[in-house]
């Protein structure tokens, strides 16, 4: 389908997700947030709750390992400052004055949760406390986090310190595009300090590739899980959940076997006799991708000579609209 449509340029354009929606299920108890979301498109396939605000303890961590990736040297020698060290609940046992890498305390802080290893890097980072935390809650308002604000680098309680289950997906799924930030969460035994990965799912969910668990009494029992089967990668959340490895084991299970990844653009195949310039996979069921709506809106008159912009092609699911890019003159 062709119209008329003036415009100077069109992009790649991925827009608004969809409604969210809710897996049912009735072996493990929810939690009180939880969702699971497609890592590439942002698509979330299950949410209950998502909006909630609430304590998330460790599952903090995330950001804070994000942000010292993306700004510190891995290799970079750090000095423990005497703030980090005894720094209440988990630990890896820092003390002042001794020297680690970056990379370091950061399998630290992923493995072993480790609050003395958040406080090192923080400082390390910002200066202070206070102002690592205002990194934070601006890197993941960016990241399209806007309901969660943070007080610190490692979850111990603040009644300040809050995320929604939504946002820590979100979160989650930024930091699961560094190379460097999966290498860490998902591995279950860093060798030069002999740690151990506390998160269970890396042992017991096929095709688990971390994340963070999390724990205070404010909180409950939290966890952020990644995982991946057949092309598509997931995130889940819990936050505040009794049985957090039984539910996002239930969770996982029934994405995989309702979803899977669909290809809709093939940048090296074009669209309809046009060159496109990207890729484009999403998640879809079997019934969805019966009722998928393709669209060409063109530039009239349609120019001629090779590589102009000819127009734009549009990907409707149930009426909204999830993807559109540009089409060019081959």
Known sequence: MRRAFAFAALALCLLAPLPMREIRTEAATPARAECVAEVTSRRFLHARNEDAELPMASTTKILTAC???????????????????????????LRAGEQYTVRDLLYGLMLRSG?????????????????????????AHAMGAEKSYFMNPHGLPDGRHRTTARDLALVAAYAMEHETFREIVSCKYYEP???????????????????????????GRCLVTSAEREGMKLVCVLLNCPETYERTAELLDAAFSSYGMCKLCDASAGYEGYAIKYD?????????????EFRTVSLMPLPEEHGALAGQMEIYLENNLIFSQNLFII
């Open 67 to 93: 942000i010292v990736i993306e700004d510190c040297p891995l290799d970079e020698v750090v000095t423990v400052p005497k703030e980090a060290e005894r720094t209440e609940g988990s630990s890896v046992y």
């Open 115 to 139: 609050n003395d290893c958040a406080v090192t890097l923080a400082l390390h980072h910002s200066g202070s406390i206070e102002a690592f935390a205002q990194v934070m809650t601006e890197r």
């Open 193 to 219: 300090r002999g740690w151990k990965n506390k998160n269970k799912m890396l042992w017991e969910y096929e095709g688990a590739t971390g994340i963070k668990t999390g724990f205070t009494v404010a909180a």
């Open 280 to 292: 484009f996979s999403y998640p879809l069921t079997a019934e969805e991708r019966r009722a998928l």
